[in-house]
C-alpha cells in the first residue's frame, strides 16, 4: 500500500491542541491588547450581580476575567508573575506571550519540530534580555529627572500621584527602594474622604476601643500581644470550693497585677491579636492607654516593623519590667483619624535612624468618588512600582522602540544560529515588534507602514530610542522626550512571555484528569 503525504485535515488533527490553546490565548490578549499605550482605551468588566469595573489595568482586567481554558489560564500566570515581582507591565507581558506563541505555532504547523522551535525561542529570549541589559540607562540619583518621568508615564499623567509617588521615594530613600523584600506600591492607600498625603507611618483598618475618648499619643511603648488581655481562664464549676474561690481570687489580683506593670512601663498602645477583659478595657481607659483589639497577624507583622516592638504570649506578663520593656516597641505618634475611619502609627525618630525597617510611608491618595477609588489606587501602585524598577536596574526608551531595535538586533544574529532553531529566534524577533505595533494601531495608524518607518529610521541614524508619534504619526526620539519605562520591567516581561509560549508549544495532547480517587 503506497504512503501519500499526509493531508490537510491530518494535520489539522496532529496540531488540534496546540491550534486551540493558541486561538484561547489569541482571545485572552485581545481583551488587554487594546489598552496599550497612550491612545488606548479601557475596558469594562461586568460581574454576575451587575457590579462594573471600568479601568485599562491589565492584571486587573485578566484576574477579573472569567476563564475557564487551561492554556488561557498559562498566560494569566504570566500577567500575576510579572504584577508579583515587578509590580507593572502586564500588559506588555501578556502582548509579547501571545505574539510568541503566535509566531511559535506558525512555524510549527508549516513543519518545524516544535523542540527546535523552542529551543530557538528561548536562544531569543536569552539574547534579547541580554541586549535589554545592555542598554538601560542606570537611575543614579532620585532627583534624577528621568525617573520623574518614568513615574509620569507609569502614572498616565496624573502629575498629582506622580508627585505624592517621588516624595515618598525622596522620604525613604534609595537604599530602602533597593530593599528586595520592601515593595513601594504596597504604601499605596486610597480613599474617597482623602485628601492626597504623604504619611510617614502607616495606616490600620480599625478602630480603637473606647475610641470617643483617648483617641491620640505621642511618643508612646507599644506593646503587641499574640493572646487575649485577660486573667487566666478558669473552670466555673471549681468556684463552688472554698479552694476554688481562693484560687480564682488569686489569680485576679496577679492580672491586676500585671495591668499594673504595663501602667508603671508607661505603654501608650496595645496591640492585641484577640480581645480584652472589661475590666482591662477600663484600666487602660483610665490610664489612656489606646487599644486596638483583634488584629491580624499580617497587620501585627506591620506594626512590629514600624515599631520594633516583639510579639508576646500573655505569660509573658509574669516577666519583670525589664524583661518586658526590651519587647516593646515605640511610635512616634498614634491616634484615630475619624475622617478616614483609620489608626493612624507614625514612626519614632529613633526606629527611623535606628533601622531601615523604621522607614515607613503610606501613600494616600484622593478620589472624587468611591467609584474610582480602586482605579486611583491602581495608578498609584503602577507608578510607584516603574519608580522602584527603575532604581533597581536603570531606564529604557519606551512606546516600544527599544523592543524594536533588540529586534533588528536578533535579525543580524540570525547569520550565525545554524539548523531550525532559527525559526525560534526569529519568532521572538517577530514578537519584540508587537508592542510598538499594537501602540501605533491604538493610536490609529496603520502599524505596518509606521513600524517599518521606526526600524528604518533607527538603522538610519543609528539611534535605538526613535519611534512613532501617537499624535501625529510622525517620528520623535523617544528618549530625547523622556518617555521611558523601567528597564527590570520590560525586562521581566520578556522572561515570562518567553517561559509561558515555550511552555505552550511544547503541549501536544490535552487529556481531562479524573476526579478524585486513583
Known amino acids: 500500500m503506497s504512503q501519500g503525504k499526509p493531508n490537510a485535515l491530518d494535520s489539522d488533527e496532529r496540531y488540534a491542541a496546540l491550534i486551540n490553546n493558541a486561538g484561547?490565548?489569541?482571545?485572552?490578549?485581545?481583551?488587554?491588547?487594546?489598552?496599550?499605550?497612550?491612545?488606548?482605551?479601557?475596558?469594562?468588566?461586568?460581574?454576575?450581580?451587575?457590579?462594573?469595573?471600568?479601568?485599562?489595568?491589565?492584571?486587573?482586567?485578566?484576574?477579573?476575567?472569567d476563564v475557564t481554558h487551561p492554556a488561557a489560564k498559562l498566560l494569566i500566570q504570566v500577567a500575576r508573575s510579572q504584577q508579583r515581582e515587578v509590580g507593572d507591565g502586564t500588559t506588555t507581558a501578556t502582548v509579547l506571550a501571545g505574539a510568541m506563541v503566535q509566531e511559535g505555532v506558525s512555524q510549527v504547523t508549516r513543519g518545524v519540530p516544535p523542540t527546535k522551535v523552542v529551543s530557538g525561542l528561548q536562544r531569543g529570549v536569552a539574547l534579547a534580555i541580554e541586549a535589554l541589559q545592555r542598554r538601560a540607562r542606570p537611575v543614579t540619583s532620585l532627583d534624577d529627572p528621568?525617573?520623574?518621568?518614568?513615574?509620569?508615564?507609569?502614572?498616565?499623567?496624573?502629575?498629582?500621584?506622580?508627585?505624592?509617588?517621588?516624595?515618598?521615594?525622596?522620604?525613604?530613600?534609595?537604599?530602602?527602594?533597593?530593599?528586595?523584600?520592601?515593595?513601594?506600591?504596597?504604601?499605596?492607600?486610597?480613599?474617597?474622604?482623602?485628601?492626597?498625603?504623604?504619611?510617614?507611618?502607616?495606616?490600620?483598618?480599625?478602630?480603637?476601643?473606647h475610641r470617643h475618648a483617648v483617641t491620640a499619643r505621642t511618643d508612646a511603648r507599644v506593646l503587641v500581644l499574640r493572646d487575649a488581655l485577660e486573667p487566666e481562664q478558669f473552670g466555673e464549676e471549681l468556684m463552688a470550693t472554698e479552694a476554688g474561690l481562693a484560687r480564682y481570687m488569686e489569680l485576679r489580683q496577679h492580672f491586676e497585677a500585671q495591668l499594673e506593670r504595663?501602667?508603671?512601663?508607661?505603654?501608650?498602645?496595645?496591640?492585641?491579636?484577640?480581645?480584652?477583659?472589661?475590666?482591662?478595657?477600663?484600666?487602660?481607659?483610665?490610664?489612656?492607654?489606646?487599644?486596638?483589639?483583634?488584629?491580624?497577624?499580617?497587620?501585627?507583622a506591620r506594626?512590629?516593623?514600624?515599631?520594633?516592638?516583639?510579639?508576646?504570649?500573655?505569660?509573658?506578663?509574669?516577666?519583670?519590667?525589664?524583661?518586658?520593656?526590651?519587647?516593646?516597641?515605640?511610635?512616634?505618634?498614634?491616634?484615630?483619624?475619624?475622617?478616614?475611619?483609620?489608626?493612624?502609627?507614625?514612626a519614632s525618630e529613633q526606629r527611623i535612624e535606628g533601622a531601615i525597617d523604621g522607614q515607613t510611608v503610606t501613600i494616600i491618595v484622593g478620589a472624587s468618588t468611591a467609584e474610582v477609588v480602586g482605579e486611583r489606587a491602581r495608578i498609584a501602585a503602577d507608578a510607584a512600582s516603574a519608580v522602584q524598577a527603575a532604581v533597581k536596574r536603570g531606564i529604557l526608551p519606551g512606546g516600544g522602540t527599544t523592543e524594536l531595535a533588540v529586534a533588528a538586533e536578533l535579525e543580524r544574529h540570525r547569520d550565525t544560529v545554524k539548523g531550525m532553531e532559527t525559526f525560534g529566534l526569529m519568532a521572538v524577533a517577530q514578537a519584540l515588534s508587537k508592542p510598538m505595533a499594537q501602540i501605533v494601531l491604538n493610536a490609529g495608524f496603520n502599524p505596518l507602514e509606521k513600524v517599518e518607518e521606526a526600524r528604518a529610521a533607527q538603522l538610519e541614524q543609528n539611534c535605538d530610542s526613535i519611534g512613532v508619534d501617537c499624535d501625529t504619526g510622525g517620528l520623535i526620539d523617544y528618549a530625547e522626550l523622556g518617555i521611558v519605562d523601567p528597564a527590570l520591567v520590560k525586562i521581566h516581561a520578556l522572561q515570562a512571555a518567553g517561559e509561558v509560549a515555550a511552555a505552550v508549544l511544547r503541549i501536544h495532547n490535552v487529556i481531562k484528569m479524573r476526579q478524585g480517587g486513583e
Open 303 to 346: 506594626i512590629c516593623r514600624l515599631t520594633g516592638a516583639v510579639p508576646m504570649r500573655r505569660t509573658a506578663l509574669h516577666k519583670s519590667e525589664e524583661e518586658i520593656g526590651r519587647m516593646l516597641g515605640t511610635v512616634g505618634s498614634v491616634h484615630y483619624d475619624e475622617r478616614l475611619e483609620r489608626v493612624r502609627l507614625a
Open 24 to 65: 484561547a490565548i489569541r482571545a485572552v490578549c485581545s481583551a488587554v491588547e487594546g489598552t496599550l499605550g497612550p491612545k488606548g482605551l479601557d475596558a469594562m468588566l461586568v460581574g454576575t450581580n451587575g457590579e462594573i469595573i471600568i479601568t485599562n489595568d491589565g492584571v486587573t482586567i485578566l484576574d477579573k476575567m
Open 146 to 209: 528621568l525617573l520623574r518621568q518614568t513615574a509620569y508615564i507609569a502614572g498616565r499623567e496624573q502629575a498629582d500621584i506622580v508627585h505624592l509617588v517621588m516624595e515618598a521615594a525622596q522620604r525613604l530613600g534609595k537604599d530602602k527602594l533597593l530593599d528586595p523584600q520592601f515593595h513601594l506600591a504596597d504604601a499605596v492607600s486610597a480613599h474617597e474622604k482623602a485628601d492626597n498625603e504623604v504619611w510617614p507611618g502607616i495606616l490600620l483598618r480599625y478602630k480603637p476601643v
Open 262 to 300: 504595663l501602667r508603671a512601663l508607661d505603654i501608650g498602645l496595645i496591640v492585641l491579636e484577640r480581645g480584652i477583659h472589661p475590666d482591662a478595657e477600663q484600666f487602660c481607659h483610665d490610664h489612656r492607654m489606646i487599644v486596638l483589639q483583634r488584629v491580624n497577624r499580617d497587620e501585627i
